[in-house]
């Protein structure tokens, strides 16, 4: 196997997407996803935070009832004569949610399938628990009982089992960035790999191509090399400009205000070697499933699957499930990897498993390749 060849078809690989303008647009664009994101639901998280709501009450609120609700942030109530009326401002926007009182019952009114509703319908009901808390001290003192015994029965103390505190909202959003970083490897791969394989099959120009004197082999390590180097290309580029779009956001808003993330030599190196892999595997996958394809419609159908694996570390995450168990799924444990990395949570037992299963993988993916490509059926199909 010559190395100029492979080279050589390394260089028609890359010139060839540089030249096609929609692929080399969807390559510069994807990495652009990661920060975009980051940026928009911290805007949007502290919108439902942060916002002002108001609620609508058909009657006046007492002493006791304004203290308590000057106590609320982000929340005002207003008084209005008659359910209609609150019930007209509802459907205008100009609440967000109301309290009907008759008698000693009260019932809130709240939209339960939106954020703003939840939100409210917490805040009523916070406000209605220290009325009715404040109405019984009130009652209990009257018939001179200590409201302590009643109240304070027991002490309840909160401790946290946590290493460090971390801001939940954001762990979740940054375990969605990195899912988005690994997702944007494979997919950059899915477009050179489709391009490179059932695109020229279709184009006529593989057959033009196996003329010259080059083997097929040196032939498909061009190829596969290329999609691993623009995988390995796009999904640095998106991780490196996601870290910035993160410090950026603790600066623009409060729900990244208690974020730490400590971006060392140990851990740049990781991700480089993490990324590196992954762009290795998801080639080689791309290469193996889209050389089987006659077109490239075709091939882009059977390459859809490989999309959804980077998915999994994400919802793992968020299920709080033991991760050592996915460890052997390729390509989904190397965003388990980036995302351990990235949260200061490194387990090197799981990156040592991570690392071997994946050359192991990629070592079979290449043997696959090379005996797939001296079939003329996968040749000329």
């Known amino acids: 196997m010559k190395w100029n060849n492979i080279k050589i078809t390394i260089h028609k690989e890359l010139r060839g997407i540089i030249r096609d303008k929609k692929s080399l647009q969807r390559i510069l664009l994807l990495p652009m996803i990661v920060p975009i994101i980051l940026i928009l639901f911290g805007y949007l998280f502290d919108y439902m935070e942060y916002s002002k709501y108001t609620i609508g009450v058909n009657y006046e609120l007492n ?20 359910e209609k009326e609150l019930q007209e401002k509802y459907d205008s926007k100009e609440i967000d949610g109301y309290i009907i009182k ?31 808390k404040s109405l019984a001290t009130n009652y209990l003192i009257g018939k001179r009982i200590d ?34 970083v690994l997702m944007i490897v494979v997919l950059t791969c899915t477009v050179v790999a489709t391009d490179a394989t059932s695109g020229e099959k279709e184009r006529g120009t593989l057959e033009t191509i ?14 596969y090399l290329a999609t691993a180097i623009l995988g390995c290309f796009s999904g640095l580029l998106s991780y490196a400009l996601t870290i910035p779009a993160i410090y950026t956001g603790k600066s623009m808003f409060k729900t ?30 791309c290469i193996a499933l889209s050389g089987k394809a006659r077109t490239y419609k075709e091939a882009q159908s059977s390459l859809q699957f490989i999309s959804l694996l980077p998915m999994i570390p994400y919802f793992v995450k968020i299920m709080e499930v033991d991760n050592s168990m996915f460890s052997l799924i390729p390509i989904a444990n190397c965003g388990m990897a980036l995302n351990d990395i990235t949260m200061n949570n490194i387990n090197y037992h799981n990156l040592f498993v991570i690392f071997i299963s994946s050359i192991i993988y990629i070592v079979l993916i290449i043997y696959y390749i090379s005996k797939q490509y001296k079939d003329e059926k996968t040749l000329f199909s």
């Open 256 to 285: 990244f205000k208690d974020i730490n993330i400590n971006i060392n030599v140990e851990s740049t190196i990781l991700v480089l070697i993490v990324i590196i892999v992954s762009a290795l595997l998801s080639a080689g996958v």
């Open 63 to 82: 002493d006791i009832e304004t203290s308590i609700v000057k106590e609320l942030d982000n929340v005002k109530f207003i008084t209005y004569n008659t």
């Open 147 to 180: 409201p302590n015994i009643v109240f304070n029965s027991i002490k309840i103390t909160n401790k946290s089992l946590a290493k460090e505190e971390t801001n939940t909202m954001f762990n979740i959003l940054l375990s969605l960035s990195i899912t988005y």
């Open 210 to 223: 196996l003329t010259f004197p080059i083997r097929s082999g040196e032939l498909v390590a061009g190829k």
């Open 102 to 132: 008759k008698d000693n019952k009260y019932t809130i009114y709240t939209n339960p399938t939106v954020s703003s509703g939840e939100i409210v319908n917490s805040y009523a009901n916070t406000y209605l628990d220290a009325y009715n």
